[in-house]
């Protein structure tokens, strides 16, 4: 089991970039994979992007693709979501999870461990 905390978010303009930072408890982040999900209100929760445990590959959601980046400090015991050029379609809350397996495509299924989330909101 892992203690994951996120920060970051917050009110932004259309065209703004935001950081997300993910804070995990215990020397075992190493093994974990980790994920970015988000979910916006009177939607389902969706894949954001995902990052296996040595940071060699990841996985976006197509919505994401070419302005989403997700990368891990081990030594840190964080992983990141930098996020560019955000659009209002962008506004949900934005979860960190841990999972213990790496499989394409990933799925909400495969992580034990989540966040408080965190709000990411972006106006027109």
């Known amino acids: 089991q892992v203690q994951l905390v996120e920060a970051g978010g917050g009110l932004v303009q259309a065209g703004a970039s935001l950081r997300l930072s993910c804070a995990a408890s215990?020397?075992?982040?190493?093994?974990?994979?980790m994920g970015w999900f988000r979910q916006a209100p009177g939607k389902e929760r969706e894949l954001v992007a995902a990052i296996n445990w040595s940071g060699d590959y990841t996985q976006y959601g197509d919505s994401v693709k070419g302005r989403f980046t997700i990368s891990r400090d081990n030594a840190k015991n964080t992983a990141y979501l930098q996020m560019n050029s955000l659009k209002y379609e962008d506004t949900a809350v934005y979860y960190c999870?841990?999972?213990?397996?790496?499989?394409?495509?990933?799925?909400?299924?495969?992580?034990?461990?989540w966040g408080q989330g965190t709000q990411v909101t972006v106006s027109s």
């Open positions: 215990g020397r075992a982040f190493t093994t974990y994979t």
């Open positions: 999870a841990a999972g213990r397996i790496w499989v394409v495509p990933t799925s909400e299924r495969l992580y034990n461990d």
